[in-house]
């Protein structure tokens, strides 16, 4: 069984619920206060109420706590899996969903310097959704938040090979001042992860060099908003197949050479 507090429901509780369900496959959540006797019971998940932190108990309470590292209740689970680190590497959302739970929206929104109503504008429906169905009964929705669950430790599997990929194959190209991370073509497709591999591993990259998914061909990719590289300069280059309106993507017709992509790269140097 899993017990949360009553009242308000938050994503925190939510997040950490289908990370327990899908290492646990436990069917029951309740929604009240955790008795003495709950609290000493291993077989009883207290998430977000209970006043403690005990993990061999399987009770995650984080209100008791210092707030400075905004360690969520989601956070202290993830944690206790050993799954803290590499999701907060993987998920943009990870972080700041916990500071949200720790701080409020409006301390994240002065953080992001923006104001709360224009977050409030781009959240996500599906979740006030989840919520407004896990306050009424949160066992209507525990089967999809098992779901969800599996899906971040598919995601976050995946991605753990993905990363000993990268950083075995991956070579860091210098143009000038700028930086380009660059995968060899017998290297599998390798996309899936390169952004949150460069957002924690090379900061400093601004684009990537990897082998096509359907043609025998090369993309090349800008992180973000990078000023380093302007790709729209070969729009009428022999070896380049397409690039993308916005400028941030460019394919080639061939599997050039290391060399060949490198003589391309400079044309495009800002």
Not at 207 to 225: L, M, V
Request: net charge negative; proline share 3%; hydrophobic share 40%.
């Amino acid at each position: 069984m899993i017990i949360n507090h009553p009242g308000r429901v938050h994503l925190d509780e939510i997040i950490a619920d289908g990370i327990v369900l899908a290492r646990t496959g436990i069917q029951d959540i309740k929604r009240r206060r955790a008795t003495e006797d709950e609290l000493k019971d291993p077989s009883v998940w207290v998430i977000d109420t209970g006043g403690e932190h005990t993990p061999g108990k399987h009770n995650f309470d984080h209100h008791q706590l210092d707030d400075k590292e905004h360690l969520s209740s989601f956070r202290l689970v993830a944690q206790y899996f050993g799954l803290d680190e590499i999701l907060a590497e993987y998920y943009d959302w990870y972080l700041t969903c916990a500071m949200v739970d720790c701080r409020g929206l409006g301390d994240v929104a002065a953080m992001l310097g923006t104001d709360q109503t224009i977050l409030h504008r781009i959240a996500d429906p599906i979740t006030h959704i989840i919520i407004s169905l896990f306050s009424e009964d949160p066992n209507k929705v525990a089967e999809a938040l098992m779901v969800g669950g599996m899906t971040i430790l598919r995601d976050i599997n995946k991605y753990k090979k993905r990363r000993a990929l990268f950083v075995e194959h991956a070579q860091v190209l210098q143009f000038g001042n700028s930086y380009c991370m660059f995968f060899p073509s017998d290297v599998e497709y390798a996309t899936f992860g390169v952004a949150q591999y460069k957002r924690a591993i090379l900061p400093h990259v601004a684009c990537s060099i990897t082998r096509d998914a359907s043609t025998e061909a090369w993309s090349i990719f800008k992180f973000g908003n990078d000023k380093s590289f302007d790709f729209k300069r070969l729009r009428k280059h022999k070896d380049v197949a397409y690039i993308a309106p916005t400028g941030f993507m460019v394919k080639t017709r061939i599997l050039l050479s290391l060399k060949q992509l490198q003589d391309l790269l400079h044309l495009t140097i800002v």
